[in-house]
């Protein structure tokens, strides 16, 4: 027989075992379930889902996935029930409605951003197979975090747009579709745009026009920023800027009449008129 204290060592060990094992098989099950409920716009089901599998071992190696995915099905639903509060008629059922969004938008970047900093704490893997799941997890919850830190700022709380810029600019830096980082770079200048930071949204802007001049939505933001600084001073190149997205944007485009708008705001009630300027060239691609 055993001494004692094996017996006690082999009973932890065997129940350490058990601990993991049913982890391993919460974490599978949830994650699995948590996809078809997200899938099927069941956001309520899906966060509980992921929530139980996060819960069930907080530091388990599929744990930022889970939170990855919690975030996206938050933002989701955020989403929803933003755009309901909006068309609510009544006035406190509008008010509650924007709140309880606003927290899903909240716990979306602290869920994506939790799924990062789980990431950055595990030791890279050295295997190939590994390694690229490893970076494939971390870049899709770079990306949750950045959209989530966009409707986060824009939406509840622009004194973390700092923040926000640093989200995009680590996700910009992983993302090697060179359209879908054009559009990131567009996103994170309007959600400067949307904090009220006009001047640091406009510098953003310029880098999306550096990259394609013709970046219509990069005309329109860089345009509008100018003149939302107030500054009178810096009208005449909004205007240009402004004319250059009339230009070329399609008729179908839905702020087109917007920057009409604006465009004959300045004409005739600052009296200035477009010029005609040359774009600033391209990057050069190699």
Excluded: C, W
Aim: aromatic letters at 6%; glycine letters at 4%.
């Amino acid at each position: 027989m055993l001494p004692a204290r094996t017996q006690r060592k082999n009973a932890e060990i065997a129940a350490g075992n058990k601990k993991i094992t049913e982890a391993n098989e919460t974490v599978t099950r949830t994650f699995k379930a948590g996809n078809e409920a997200l899938n099927a716009k069941k956001y309520d089901e899906a966060i509980a889902l992921y929530d139980e599998g996060i819960n069930a071992d907080p530091t388990h190696p599929g744990a930022p996935s889970l939170l990855t995915n919690k975030s996206i099905a938050l933002r989701a639903r955020g989403v929803d029930r933003f755009n309901a509060a909006l068309r609510a008629t009544d006035d406190a059922a509008k008010t509650s409605g924007l709140e309880v969004a606003k927290k899903d938008f909240k716990d979306s970047a602290d869920a994506a951003t939790k799924a990062i900093e789980l990431l950055k704490a595990q030791t890279a893997p050295t295997d190939p197979a590994a390694m690229k799941s490893y970076e494939a997890t971390k870049f899709f919850a770079l990306a949750a975090r950045a959209e989530a830190m966009r409707l986060f700022v824009s939406k509840v709380d622009p004194s973390q747009a700092d923040a926000a810029v640093a989200a995009y600019q680590e996700y910009m830096a992983a993302e090697t579709d060179a359209a879908k980082k054009s559009k990131a770079q567009v996103d994170l200048a309007q959600m400067l745009l949307d904090a009220g930071k006009a001047d640091k949204a406009y510098a953003e802007f310029q880098r999306a026009l550096t990259d394609n001049p013709d970046n219509v939505d990069a005309l329109l933001g860089a345009g509008l920023s100018l003149f939302a600084t107030g500054d009178k001073g810096k009208y005449q190149e909004a205007a240009n800027l402004l004319q250059r997205f009339v230009d070329k944007a399609p008729d179908t485009h839905k702020f087109k009449a917007d920057a009409k708008s604006t465009l004959e705001f300045l004409k005739t009630q600052e009296n200035v008129k477009p010029q005609k300027t040359a774009p600033t060239p391209g990057r050069r691609r190699g």
